[in-house]
């Protein structure tokens, strides 16, 4: 969380670190005087009194625990960060109202067991196909007019680890219509990996920091991870419903992971690969008219219209 604003209070002789609440005060105990804290979301959104002390996993009377690894990560990844922060309000600020109103509807919901599928991919198939793809398929579902994807690339995975949560994955944002071909679109998407690429990870904070932005942070619950060390790694686990497409480095296999039924993140993997396969085999095709059905799904409604 932020702090908006922190200001003094009477002491109330609790021992230092412990936090109480005074109304919809946060009050921290320190060896004089309580600290009052006013409390965000990182895009800006105030947080009082109980409901700050649930998102900081607190209860009235806990001691905070001292922050000093955090704050020494952040002093060492924070200049990186910051240096292309003009490139992200820049990006993100014209887009802002149609991303905030586009989202995915991943309709399962989500399991507390993560669960895997191997993605089809051809041969020749590489990052540029995979992120259009997966923009095609979100589009379809969300039916937006700008579709917001999470991309990561070794660099950005092992920045976000270090200073988690207060980085987030660099945000892909691709407009679609109903006349968009996967060809312009899969051009569409390679330039904006370079720029994601470039620019790396963002503070999640950028959002309340913005007047522009503020209030609009944007955290997208599908993630692309580029050039993947291992994408059959069950025991790296994507965040609670984010569903993450693992694509190797040179591009021969993908995998998709993800905190929903068996059956959804298999369903998800075939739809995706129906887009990625159209993108080889007939890439003037717009965008809306490319089939969401997986082949098993194809031979049941076949089956199911077999009417003589």
């Not at 109103?101 to 991943?106: D, E, I, M, Q, R």
């Not at 904070?205 to 060390?229: C, H, Q, S, Y």
Request: net charge negative; hydrophobic share 50%.
């Amino acid at each position: 969380l932020v702090v908006g604003n922190a200001r003094l209070a009477a002491g109330s002789g609790a021992a230092p670190g412990a936090v109480r609440l005074d109304g919809d005060d946060l009050c921290i105990a320190t060896v004089g005087d309580d600290v009052v804290l006013d409390l965000e979301t990182p895009d800006g959104r105030p947080l009082h009194g109980s409901a700050a002390l649930t998102a900081l996993g607190l209860a009235a009377g806990d001691t905070l625990a001292a922050a000093t690894t955090v704050a020494a990560r952040l002093s060492e990844y924070d200049p990186g960060l910051a240096r292309h922060e003009a490139a992200w309000r820049a990006r993100l600020a014209h887009t802002r109202q149609a991303v905030a109103a586009s989202a995915t509807p991943l309709a399962p919901t989500p399991t507390a067991d993560s669960h895997f599928a191997a993605l089809d991919l051809p041969s020749g198939t590489d990052a540029a196909d995979v992120v259009a793809a997966v923009a095609a398929w979100s589009w379809r579902l969300a039916d937006g007019a700008a579709i917001a994807l999470g991309l990561t690339d070794p660099a950005a995975r092992a920045t976000i680890a270090a200073v988690a949560p207060t980085a987030q994955p660099a945000i892909v944002t691709l407009a679609i219509d109903d006349s968009t071909t996967l060809a312009a679109l899969r051009e569409a998407a390679s330039d904006e990996i370079a720029a994601a690429t470039k620019h790396g990870p963002l503070l999640s904070d950028l959002f309340g920091r913005d007047p522009a932005l503020r209030g609009a942070g944007i955290r997208p619950d599908v993630v692309i991870e580029l050039d993947a060390n291992d994408v059959n790694d069950a025991d790296d686990v994507p965040a609670a419903g984010v569903l993450a497409f693992r694509v190797a480095a040179d591009g021969s296999r993908a995998r998709v992971a993800g905190a929903f039924d068996q059956a959804s993140v298999d369903r998800f993997a075939a739809q995706v690969s129906s887009f990625v396969g159209a993108l080889g085999a007939a890439p003037d095709t717009a965008v809306a008219r490319v089939t969401m059905l997986a082949p098993s799904e194809r031979t049941l409604v076949d089956a199911v219209n077999t009417t003589d």
